[in-house]
Every structure is written in C-alpha cells, then in structure tokens.
C-alpha cells in the first residue's frame, strides 16, 4: 500500500498477576527484554524485522518508559528505582491534567535515579543490537522528564539513527532532545469537530498557524483518524467520522505530516478492537487498499508531500465557502499538489481565489486532467475531495 514504517504495540510479557480484562493491559510490561510467548520467540521477531527490512519497511517498536508492571523483576530486585509515596510504591499520574491515571495496576518509574536511569537505556539499546528495529513509538512520553530522552538519544543513534515517535503533543522541546516526530492529538479532535458539524472547516488554519509557532520550524507530526486508543474506547471511524471518513483520511494524509493506517483500516474496519481481550480483524477482500495506495504512492513521488524541511508548506486557496470546504495548495522545487475537500454534508459550489494553484493537473483517483484557472468555479458532493498532481 505504500506504507513505510510497521509499528507493533508492546510485544513484551506482560503482567500476569492483575488482569483488568481476559487478557491483562499490554502496557503493563513485565520485562522489557523478552517476547511474549504468545506472540513467538525472538528468533521469530528476528525473522520479521529481517523480512520487512528485505521488503524495504522499517519496524518501530512500542516502549513504555513510565512504568512498569507490579510484577516486573525490578520491583523486587530495585525497589528504590520506583517512585515512592508513605512507603509505597504509586502509579503514574498525568503530569498534564496533574490528576491520577487510574492505571492502579502498574507502578511508577523513579527517574531521579540514575541506577534505574542506566538499565532503561540498556533495555532500548538491547532490540536495536539483537533484533536490528528502527526506533521507537514512545507511550506517554511526556510522563518521563525530558532530560532522559535527550540522554537517551545518543546512546541509541550510536548504534543506529533510529527513528523516534512520542506519543504525546505538548511539550515543544521533546523535538529538539529526542524526537523526530509527535502524535497530532489536536488535530485528530479538531478533525472530529468538523466532521460533527461542531466547528467549521476554517477552524483547521488556526490550528495550523498555532502548531507551527510553537513547534520548530522541522516538525512533523502523525495524522491519523483511527488508532488503538480511539478505535476501543472513542469509537470506529463511522463513529467518529460518519460519512465524511474518506475525506478526512484524504486531508490527514496531504497536510504537514505522517498519515498513520491503523490495522485493519485496509480492510474497512468496522468495530472497536478490544485492547484487554484477544480480538480479530475479518480482513475479507481488503477494499480500502487501493485507496491507501493511491494516497501514499502520491506522497512518495510527489516531494510537496515529504515530511518536515524536505516537503512544501501547506498554502490555504481561499474561497466564498471557507467554513465548509477545505482547499490548500503544496509546492516542493516543480513538484505541486492541490487538495479541495467539501467538508460537510451539503453540495458546494466554490470559486478558488489566488494564483499559486493554477496549472494542468491529473486527479489521482479519476485519472482525469484538470486545468485550475484564476477564479474558476468548482462543484463537489457532500464529503467529496479533490487531490490533483503535476
């Protein structure tokens, strides 16, 4: 489909003394230099990293630096690598909303302690030495102070430049200690919003200008419209984006950033998978596929849609319908891309002001030629997009 980089959620052992569900939380890790023997041994991850290197993709791993399971070899053995409160050790709190988690079931990590310190670098460095990975998805990244990760990353990149996503949107300098890339939390409720009728489409450009004033100049973030958090407890994508799915999944993956297919997304997915139970995707006959692979192949050969420095900034086409229809133009040396979604569930006509978009394009899902002329007058359907290329 045209996709680059496969990340697996935790694929380690996992508590087996507090269960919330059938199976207990993947988060809940209980050693972090193992395979769960319900997923294979190493030998066998060995080999899938091996065949998606072979096939020219890249494996990013899960990694829970926050906490651990109860019943994780440190707490026995390292007791004072965990945060302590009246004697006792305590789960994460969210140092955002500064309120309990109610992760009751895992304990917190001591990061004042170097010891502790030490150990989680090594566990990190052991999967790119033993099994060759390519990075890390980081869970909760702002629960652990940024001058880990800036320690971290060095340590890793000695072995190999690995690729770092954090799971967490609001702290600006994790950019500059660590990561390459941050999930676009805002975005994906902003995106909501709209597809609710709660905000208008121009909400997006507000969004937008706030973004890049406080991130530096080279972020980039994931865009996504489903992921396993959304998809078990908010709701499936009809849930969330009712008719207009397609064109949202259009927009996340031709604005500033890396769109994110959630497993089973290909398949047109259409219920929550259950986190704490062992669940299964009906991948029948893959009939959003084509779709995906439409969409990325077009963000390989087409550079405006390259990530961070290397891509072109998203420019707004103004038109007489800017609450409802959604149109920018992207531009990288003679590469160029123009993108006109009706947001909404009424058909619009609009005209398209400016001057930056005009030329003769190819839509990518008709195949059809178009010429974009100065003021010219286009037509879409309830939710229809337009994705044009030079």
Known sequence: MGVDI??????????????????????????????????????????????AHALGLRVILDWVASHTAQDHGWVKQHPDWYAMEKG??????????GKPTGWDKVVKLNYDNPAMRKSMVE????????????????????????TFWAELRPQLDKIKTVFMLSEWENDPDQFRTCFNMNYSWSMYNMMKSVASGARSADKIDSLREANQKRFPSWYYQLMFTQNHDENTN?????????????????????????????????????????????????WGNYPKSD???????????????????????????????????????????NDRVVVILNLSGQPKTVRLTGDGFIGVYTEIFSHQPVELKPEMAVTLKPWEYRVLTN
Not at 29 to 48: C, E, H, M, R
Not at 128 to 146: F, H, M, Q, S, W
Not at 314 to 332: E, G, L, N, P
Request: aromatic letters at 10%; one cysteine or more.
């Open 6 to 51: 496969i990340w697996l959620m935790p694929i380690y052992p996992i508590s087996q003394d507090t269960k919330k569900g059938i199976l207990p939380s993947p988060y809940a890790i209980a050693d972090f230099k193992s395979v769960n023997p319900d997923y294979g041994t190493l030998s066998d991850f060995k080999s899938l990293v091996n065949r």
């Open 88 to 97: 006792k050790m305590v789960s994460p709190g969210n140092p955002q909303a």
């Open 123 to 146: 566990a990190m460095q052991y999967w790119l030495k033993e099994t060759d990975i390519d990075g890390y998805r980081c869970n909760a990244a702002g629960y652990v102070p940024n």
């Open 234 to 282: 908010i709701g499936t994508l009809d849930e969330s984006f009712g008719p207009g799915a397609d064109a949202f999944i259009v927009l996340s993956s031709t604005l500033e950033g890396m769109p994110l297919v959630y497993n089973g997304m290909e398949s047109n997915l259409n219920k929550r998978l259950a986190v704490l139970e062992k669940d299964t995707i009906s």
């Open 291 to 333: 779709f995906f692979k439409t969409l990325l192949t077009l963000k390989h050969r087409n550079r405006a849609l390259w990530n961070g420095l290397a891509g072109g900034k998203a420019v707004k086409i103004i038109t007489d319908h800017d609450d409802s229809v959604y149109a920018f133009h992207r531009q990288r040396d």
